[in-house]
T-cell receptor
Framework: NAGVMQNPRHLVRRRGQEARLRCSPM?????VYWYRQLPEEGLKFMVY????????ESGMPKERFSAEFPKEGPSILRIQQVVRGDSAAYFC???????????FGPGTRLLVL | DQQVKQNSPSLSVQEGRISILNCDYT??????FLWYKKYPAEGPTFLISISSIKDKNEDGRFTVFLNKSAKHLSLHIVPSQPGDSAVYFCAASERLSGTYKYIFGTGTRLKVLA
């Protein structure tokens, strides 16, 4: 029973490039959350998605960031025109229908040069 | 405005003794709480949860206590083992329209000394 999978685990981008982070939820889970962790800080909520729907994106910057969770395939967090301040660890978590407990993936560490 | 606070950034405990990690919150509407353990370069691993209708939940060496009047929860690990050395995060959420949007504390780094 595979857990939450994220890829790539590490991503290096130059300023102005695009970053695409992928998350495959745990089998049977249809709810996906994205969090960002800056160095020495806790995890900050970005966006909550169900299949084909964005439910809550109140934690996501209004510009350059977008997320999707298509009917088929993984959830994607997309960052356009990356800047150095986007360097962080990005974690996704999934949960089942009861939604109380979220299970995290290993994270993608984005470094913007 | 930090709604969930872990005021101790680090804690050292001798192997075999009790580790007590603390967490305070400000929003009285929070009704579900989680504790996670995180090793470097890995994702957080779920440890234990507690609902606001309870004041204690136990799972093996891990016990979480909730004091709603003080808006305080704590995680007790006993006996502590070297493998418990990690960063521990508490998270709190209010159930809104069927969803849980968790607010995380900044973490406490636990070091268990052999």
């Amino acid at each position: 029973n595979a857990g939450v999978m994220q890829n790539p685990r590490h991503l290096v981008r130059r300023r102005g490039q695009e970053a695409r982070l992928r998350c495959s939820p745990m089998k049977g889970h249809s709810h996906v959350y994205w969090y960002r962790q800056l160095p020495e800080e806790g995890l900050k909520f970005m966006v909550y998605l169900q299949k084909e729907n964005i439910i809550d994106e109140s934690g996501m910057p209004k510009e350059r960031f977008s997320a999707e969770f298509p009917k088929e395939g993984p959830s994607i967090l997309r960052i356009q025109q990356v800047v150095r301040g986007d360097s962080a660890a990005y974690f996704c978590a999934s949960c089942g229908t009861t939604q109380e407990t979220q299970y995290f993936g290993p994270g993608t560490r984005l470094l913007v040069l | 405005d930090q709604q969930v606070k872990q005021n101790s950034p680090s804690l050292s405990v001798q192997e075999g003794r009790i580790s007590i990690l603390n967490c305070d919150y400000t929003n009285s509407m929070f009704d579900y709480f989680l504790w996670y353990k995180k090793y470097p370069a890995e994702g957080p691993t779920f440890l234990i949860s507690i609902s606001s209708i309870k004041d204690k939940n136990e799972d093996g060496r891990f016990t979480v206590f909730l004091n709603k009047s003080a808006k305080h929860l704590s995680l007790h690990i006993v006996p502590s083992q070297p493998g418990d050395s990690a960063v521990y995060f508490c998270a709190a959420s209010e159930r809104l329209s069927g969803t849980y949007k968790y607010i995380f504390g900044t973490g406490t780094r636990l070091k268990v000394l052999a």
